[in-house]
């Protein structure tokens, strides 16, 4: 069965630079959530967005946006990356908003 | 109080044995109740959901909720070392017509050879 696909799988960036993290939903999944997991803890909510709208907004970062195209294929862009930014980003999907959700593999951004 | 609790752990049971994860949440309305595996460095996996009070098992897993008493557990059966791994409580609230999907913390699962 297709899973939710994210990319890349690692990225490297410096402070200061600019990164986009991409997620692909599972197809017909209509909602899509991204999640930030530092090392050694649980993952902290950042934004979600049902049929292409913005629907909650967790912890995330003013420097942080993130948006749902068309194809309810999923963006996060990051600006201004700083140290405290390396983490494990993860994407997950869903049918709806009270539906199970699923986890793509995550993007582990490394900040140097 | 948090929406969504989890004892962090570690829980630490021998092989073969049942290992038994709780959680417990404040939201009275809450439906749906998830489960999920995670492996260090890896995605939380969906491993059980249940939305009706009682028991619902799954090979090995066996998902219970209590919705008077505001718990949701889950039962490893024949405990494998390979088990070993933070299991994450979710439940989704909802409010006014919106859905709100809260994780516990999780706890973390050692499943000693």
């Known amino acids: 069965a297709a899973g939710v696909i994210q990319s890349p799988r690692h990225l490297i960036k410096e402070k200061r630079e600019t990164a986009t993290l991409k997620c692909y939903p599972i197809p017909r999944h209509d909602t899509v959530y991204w999640y930030q997991q530092g090392p050694g803890q649980d993952p902290q909510f950042l934004i979600s967005?049902?049929?292409?709208?913005?629907?909650d907004k967790g912890s995330i970062p003013d420097r942080f946006s993130a948006q749902q195209f068309s194809d309810y294929h999923s963006e996060l862009n990051m600006s201004s990356l700083e140290l405290g930014d390396s983490a494990l980003y993860f994407c997950?999907?869903?049918?709806?908003?009270?539906?199970?959700?699923?986890f793509g593999d995550g993007t582990r951004l490394s900040i140097l | 109080q948090k929406e969504v609790e989890q004892n962090s752990g570690p829980l630490s049971v021998p092989e073969g044995a049942i290992a038994s994860l709780n959680c417990t949440y404040s939201d009275r309305g809450s439906q749906s109740f998830f489960w999920y595996r995670q492996y260090s460095g890896k995605s939380p996996e969906l491993i059980m959901f249940i939305y009706s009070n009682g028991d619902k098992e799954d090979g090995r897993f066996t998902a219970q909720l209590n919705k008077a008493s505001q718990y949701v557990s889950l039962l490893i059966r024949d405990s494998q070392p390979s088990d070993s791994a933070t299991y994450l409580c979710a439940v989704i609230l909802t409010t006014s017509g919106t859905y709100k999907y809260i994780f516990g913390t999780g706890t973390r699962l050692k499943v000693l050879a």
């Open positions: 967005f049902y049929e292409k709208m913005q629907s």
């Open positions: 997950a999907s869903s049918l709806g908003e009270d539906q199970p959700q699923h």
